[in-house]
């Protein structure tokens, strides 16, 4: 069975950072791509970065270079750099990962405080 674990997450004061991992276990083929999104209520889930085996990134243009995704393929591992933060990045962010299907994990909440 495919488990995607995440830890990181917490309350943080505005400007401050954190870093969110995420370990993908189980997984019977090979993970081509992770990635994150992450949901605040009322709003719809919103990507905000990903990364292929090859360590290309992506990001969405609101992260505005605050945030840095990571890999290690090694551990199945991805990581997310969050600096900067501010009180509208307070979400619940999901982890995935795409094999021959997409993996999500549990989700981890971020709050931040201005």
């Known amino acids: 069975q495919v488990q995607l674990q995440e830890s990181g997450g917490g309350l943080v004061q505005a400007g401050g950072s954190l870093r969110l991992s995420c370990a993908a276990s189980?997984?019977?083929?090979?993970?081509?791509?992770m990635g994150w999104y992450r949901q605040a209520p009322g709003n719809a889930r919103e990507w905000i970065a990903s990364i292929t085996r090859s360590g290309v990134t992506t990001y969405a243009d609101s992260v505005k270079g605050r945030f840095t995704i990571s890999r290690d393929n090694s551990k199945n591992t991805a990581y997310l750099q969050m600096d900067s933060l501010k009180p509208e990045d307070t979400a619940r962010y999901y982890c995935?990962?795409?094999?021959?299907?997409?993996?999500w994990g549990q989700g981890t909440q971020v709050s931040v405080s201005s």
């Open positions: 189980r997984i019977v083929f090979s993970i081509t791509s």
């Open positions: 995935s990962a795409v094999s021959r299907k997409t993996y």
